[in-house]
Nanobody
Framework: QVQLVESGGDLVQAGGSLRLSCVVS????????MHWYRQAPGKQREWVAVITSGGGTNYADPVKGRFTISRDNAKNTVYLQMNNLKPDDSAVYYCNAQIWWGQGTQVTVSS
């Protein structure tokens, strides 16, 4: 049984920062690319960032230069550092590996 558990979501003012965490259990974490997605109310889920098994990263244009994805294979954890947050970043953030998803963590950015 594979489980992904996100945490770190919160209410923050515009310009603030948050760090999301996703702990993966039940699978060989280090061999998998890990993704972050987000979904705002009334919108489709959108891809945010990826980190490969080798540590390569890529970001969606709206978050480039503000978000940083990283991983700690010893802790089976992937992180999303979010800086200079904007109200448009408000969404439920989900961690993904292949077909497995976490339950999401809510990020709300007030203006």
């Amino acid at each position: 049984q594979v489980q992904l558990v996100e945490s770190g979501g919160d209410l923050v003012q515009a310009g603030g920062s948050l760090r999301l965490s996703c702990v993966v259990s039940g699978r060989n974490f280090s061999r998998n690319a890990m993704h972050w997605y987000r979904q705002a109310p009334g919108k489709q889920r959108e891809w945010v960032a990826v980190i490969t098994s080798g540590g390569g990263t890529n970001y969606a244009d709206p978050v480039k230069g503000r978000f940083t994805i990283s991983r700690d294979n010893a802790k089976n954890t992937v992180y999303l550092q979010m800086n200079n947050l904007k109200p448009d970043d408000s969404a439920v953030y989900y961690c993904n590996a292949q077909i497995w998803w976490g339950q999401g963590t809510q990020v709300t950015v007030s203006s």
